[in-house]
């Protein structure tokens, strides 16, 4: 399975699809960071919806979770993902970059 970056993206204040895995592939989800540009303290959300379900309570992997000033995390997950399913990101404001880094492999 090639190790690569999965998806990027600045994130905007609704969720947004940082990641779909692609017809006929499995997806491990290694790494999401998450960088804050601001100079001010932030939120962000991480939600995984499998075959892109209606957005429900079960699907959030991380809920407005404080990320400090001109900081950046590191989410260690190990997310498995099958085809259809979509990674979404969303930030209190648009100064969040997020990027997710994992491998795909062909069924």
């Given at each position: 399975?090639?190790?690569?970056?999965?998806?990027?993206?600045?994130?905007?204040?609704?969720?947004?699809?940082?990641?779909?895995?692609?017809?006929?592939?499995?997806?491990?989800?290694?790494?999401?960071?998450?960088?804050?540009?601001?100079?001010?303290?932030?939120?962000?959300r991480?939600?995984?919806?499998p075959?892109?379900?209606?957005?429900?309570?079960?699907?959030?992997?991380?809920?407005?979770?404080?990320?400090?000033?001109?900081?950046?995390?590191?989410?260690?997950?190990?997310?498995?993902m099958?085809?259809?399913?979509?990674?979404?990101?969303?930030?209190?404001?648009?100064?969040?970059?997020f990027?997710?880094?994992?491998?795909?492999?062909?069924?």
């Amino acid at each position: 399975m090639p190790y690569k970056v999965l998806g990027q993206l600045a994130a905007t204040t609704t969720a947004t699809a940082v990641y779909t895995v692609p017809a006929s592939t499995e997806t491990v989800v290694s790494t999401i960071t998450v960088a804050n540009r601001s100079a001010s303290a932030r939120t962000y959300r991480i939600i995984l919806r499998p075959n892109d379900e209606a957005l429900d309570n079960k699907h959030y992997l991380a809920f407005d979770v404080a990320i400090a000033a001109n900081d950046t995390t590191a989410l260690t997950l190990g997310i498995t993902m099958d085809a259809a399913d979509k990674l979404y990101v969303s930030g209190s404001t648009n100064d969040l970059t997020f990027n997710v880094f994992g491998s795909e492999k062909a069924v």
